[in-house]
C-alpha cells in the first residue's frame, strides 16, 4: 500500500509538471478560456489514468519518458468528459473536487469550449511527441480516440447514461454503460502503456482484462462513495444518483453487498496479473488503493 | 464559374458518401447520438473546406485518393463547432441550414456530446487512413489540432467572439476574431492539401496567402449575407449580428462599402495564384464562387 501512494505521489508530481507545460498560460488570450481549462485540469485529481500508463508501461520494461505525454493526453481526456458532464444539460453538478465546477466558475460557454480544447490538446500531445515513432504515435491515437468516442467509448457510455437516467435498469446494462463510460478510457490507458512498451501478445491479453477489472472497480467504488460520504469528503455533490434515481450498484446490492462485490472484483484483478513476468507491485496495488477510498 | 459549381457538386457527392461511410449509423446504440451527429453533418453543407482540401491538393498535383479522408475530418470539425456554436450559452439559435439546430432538434445534452464525438473522430479518421505515410498524418493531426484548438484557433476566436459581443470592437479586432474562428480552419485546409500533395516551400507560401484571403471573403461575405438575407434564404436565424450589437463589416463600412472590399479581397486572393505552375482555374474559382452567394 505505501508502495502504491508513493508511486502515485510521484505520478502526480510529474504529470502535472508536464500538463502545466502543455496547457497555455493564463496569460495568453483569450485568458478565460484557458484558466478554465486549468481550472479543472488542476483541481487535485489523482492521476489515476496517468499512473495506469506509466505502472503499465514501466511493469512491461517501458521507459516513463516514453509514457508521459500518452499519459497527460489521456487525463486531458478524462478531465474534458468530467467539464462537460457537470453541464446543468448533462450532470449538472455544482461541485467538483471540492470546487466550482467549471461552469460554475467560467460559464457555461466558456466551460464548453475549455472541455473542447482539452480534447483536441489531447490528441495535439500525442501527435507531436518527439520521442515516440509516428507509427506508435498513429497507434495511439486512434485508441485513444476509439475509447473516448462513439460507439462503445466514454462518450457513448454518457449518452446512455442520461437515457438510463430515471429508469429501472437491470445491472448487466448498468455493467454495460460504466463500462463505456468509465471503463474504455481505463482500458485504453492500460492498453497505450503496453503498446508503447512493446508488449507480448500475452501480456497485451493479460493487462486488458487487468484493465477490465480495474475500470469495473472503479464504478462499483465510486457508487459506494455517492451513497456512503458527504458531499464535503466526496468534492462533488453526494447522493446525486439516488436523487437523480440513477441505477447504481448499491440500489441493487445493498451498501455491504456493493462492499463484497468491489473485493472480489479486487482479487479477480491482482490474479490477472499472474501471467506477467516483470515487477507487477505497483498494478496491483492500484487495485487495492482503488478499494482503499472506500474504506 | 459553371467550372467551380461542377467541382463542388461533385465533391460534395464524393464527401458525403465518405462521411457516411465513417460516421455511425443511426442504428448502432446509441442511436440519438448518431442520428444528432449525422443530422448536422447532413444538414446540406457546401463541403467548401473539404472543396479547399481537394483543389489544393489537385491543383499541386496530389491524388483525390489521398486528400479525402483528411477533407472529411476537417468538415467534421467544421460540423462539431457548429453545433457547439448553436447552443444557448453561446450564439443561441434555434435555426441552421434551415432546419431546427442540433440542440434544437436532439437537446442540449446530445447536441453537445454530438459536436465532442465529431471531434473525436475526426481525429480518429486522419489517424486510421490507408493511404498515407504514418509521418503525413501525424503532421495532419498536428496541423488540424493547432488550427481548431486554442490559442490561434477555432475555438479560441470562439471564445474571443463572445467575449466581444455587445461591445464596440475596432476593425483591426474583428478581424483578428474571424482569422482564428474561421480562418484558421480555412487555412488548415489549404496547407493540408499543400501537406499531402508534397507542396515545395514556395507554393506552401502561396497557397497560404490565398487561404488567408479566402477566410477573410468568407466572413465579410458571412457578414453581409447575415444583414442581407432573411431567415429563410439564410437557413439560419438572420439579422442576428446587429441583435446581438456584434461587430460587423457591415457596421464599420456600410453594406456598400462591405460589397466593396469582398471585391478587393476576392481579387486579392486570386492574384495570391499567380507562382503556382498547375491549373489553378477552380481556386480561383471558389474565391469568385464565396463573393457569388451575396449577389
Request: proline share 3%; with cysteine; hydrophobic share 40%.
Amino acid at each position: 500500500m505505501r508502495a502504491v501512494e508513493h508511486y502515485l505521489d510521484q505520478v502526480k508530481s510529474d504529470i502535472d509538471a508536464l500538463l502545466d507545460s502543455l496547457i497555455p498560460a493564463e496569460d495568453i488570450e483569450p485568458q478565460s478560456l484557458h484558466a478554465a481549462m486549468r481550472w479543472s485540469l488542476f483541481a487535485g485529481g489523482k492521476r489515476i489514468r496517468p499512473a495506469i500508463v506509466l505502472a503499465v508501461g514501466e511493469a512491461l520494461g517501458g521507459s516513463r519518458a516514453e509514457l508521459m505525454s500518452t499519459a497527460a493526453a489521456i487525463e486531458m481526456v478524462h478531465t474534458y468528459s468530467l467539464i462537460h458532464d457537470d453541464l446543468p444539460s448533462m450532470d449538472n453538478d455544482d461541485l467538483r473536487r471540492g470546487k466550482p465546477s467549471c461552469h460554475r466558475q467560467f460559464g457555461e460557454a466558456t466551460a464548453i469550449l475549455a472541455g473542447d480544447v482539452l480534447q483536441t490538446q489531447a490528441f495535439k500531445t500525442i501527435a507531436e511527441d518527439g520521442l515516440l515513432t509516428a507509427d506508435v504515435r498513429i497507434k495511439l491515437i486512434s485508441l485513444l480516440a476509439a475509447a473516448s468516442g462513439s460507439p462503445g467509448g466514454m462518450a457513448s457510455g454518457q449518452q446512455l447514461d442520461l437515457a438510463a437516467e430515471g429508469n429501472v435498469v437491470p445491472l448487466e446494462e448498468i455493467e454495460r454503460i460504466h463500462q463505456q463510460k468509465t471503463g474504455a478510457l481505463i482500458s485504453a490507458a492500460a492498453s497505450a502503456g503496453t503498446m508503447i512498451a512493446k508488449g507480448t501478445d500475452e501480456e497485451f491479453t493479460a493487462i486488458d482484462k487487468y484493465a477490465k477489472k480495474l475500470g469495473l472497480l472503479f464504478q462499483i467504488t465510486d457508487d459506494l462513495l455517492d451513497v456512503t460520504q458527504g458531499s464535503l469528503e466526496l468534492g462533488k455533490t453526494a447522493g446525486k444518483d439516488a436523487s437523480a434515481n440513477k441505477a447504481t450498484y448499491p440500489t441493487h446490492l445493498g451498501i455491504e453487498g456493493t462492499r463484497e462485490l468491489a473485493k472480489k472484483v479486487r482479487d479477480q484483478a491482482i490474479n490477472t496479473l499472474a501471467p506477467l513476468k516483470g515487477d507487477s507491485e505497483i498494478l496491483s496495488g492500484l487495485a487495492m488503493f482503488v478499494v482503499s477510498r472506500t474504506n
